[in-house]
């Protein structure tokens, strides 16, 4: 089981619903508590884009500290590591 106290960044993936994040998403961000960490995340999508899933994420969990979402359809594995190092 992951910790979280154990993590300055947490990265999340999924794939984007009609702008936003599977329900599922919200259900694992508070079982985890991520509260004071960085969270970056991540999607794919056939048509949404992710700032849907921003505003969600900004407002349902302001003591988080959000970074913007990026979608990665079909992302080389040179975008992955510079957004990474971002």
Sequence with gaps: MMVAGSYDIIYIGFPVWWYTAPT??????EAYGFEG???RFFATSGGSDVSGADKQFQAQYPAINWKPGKLLNGASKK???DWIKD
């Design 37 to 39: 960490k960085t969270v």
């Design 79 to 81: 975008t992955i590591e």
């Design 24 to 29: 599922i998403i919200n259900t694992f961000i």
